[in-house]
């Protein structure tokens, strides 16, 4: 079973649990880093030899087109995060459709690759935006994986489906929701991001092989690059609950990355959508 293995990159500022500390305007001030973590992913999946789809901000793309540029020399998908980490429910379908264009642009420059992949900002589209899909296959996009079927404090789309699903009719468009694991009436986040770095790498094998072999369908997996970096600056003024959750575990994230990329078979999110189109079912909102 081949699973989707996926990166989200932006900055060790760019994340949801620190907006209301750092200011959007502030960071062009601040140190990048993003380009020499990047590498050093890049580095560890040649070593593992896995492929891996990195879902990129417009704005890091601009600032380290270099870095971008290896990632596709290397074998890997480039797709698209949206510019500037902007959440879907913050936009309206006009603002979305814009920040896409200029993204792809930006991206498709950098990487000199087509862009036909779409990652939300912190899995934004969800209840609230039933027009999101829509817009990315008027676009063109074969597929999009922002959906998370799960309620969680900062995101989340309780109803929609665990699996690939079609969410606009007339076209051939698939969200590819991150993985989740049913326990009766539960789902847990399975997929990634704090879930994976702060729990025991027992649980998250545990995990993905139930989805790979009870449900019979392939895990999405996610982390960013400032996962594997232990010395990024840290940020004292943020919120306890937002500082144990952005820094437990940086030192040892690249050992269970290993460990993972060694206990299952990954590959392109783009390769996933090929394989789950042929198997997924209508779900419109
Ligand atoms: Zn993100």
Known sequence: MLNGLSVDVEDWFQVGAFENTIDRVDWDGLALRVADNVKFVLDLFDACEVKATFFTLGWVAEREPAAIRSIVERGHELASHG???????????????????????????????AITGYRAPSFSIDARTPWAHE????????????????????YGWRDAPRFAFRP????????????????????????????????????????IARVNDRDERPAIFYFHPWEIDPDQPR??????????????????????????????????MDEI????????VPFVS
């Open 83 to 113: 510019y500037d980490h902007a959440r879907v429910f913050t936009l309206t379908p006009e603002q979305f459709a814009a920040d896409l264009a200029k993204t792809r642009t930006i991206l498709e420059d950098a990487g000199g690759a």
């Open 135 to 154: 817009v990315l296959a008027e676009q063109g996009y074969r597929y999009s994986s922002s959906v998370a079927p799960i309620v969680h404090d900062h």
């Open 235 to 268: 940020m004292k003024d943020a919120p306890l609950r937002s500082r144990l959750r952005h820094y437990t575990n940086l030192s040892t994230m690249a050992d269970k990355l290993r460990r993972l990329a060694g206990d299952f078979s990954w590959g392109r």
């Open 168 to 207: 606009v009719e007339g076209s051939e468009l698939v969200e590819i929701p991150v993985t989740t694991a049913q326990i009766g009436e539960r789902r847990l986040a399975a997929g990634g991001g704090g879930f994976f770095r702060v729990l025991p790498y027992a649980f998250s094998r545990w995990a």
């Open 273 to 280: 959508a090929r394989i789950e189109a042929q198997r997924c």
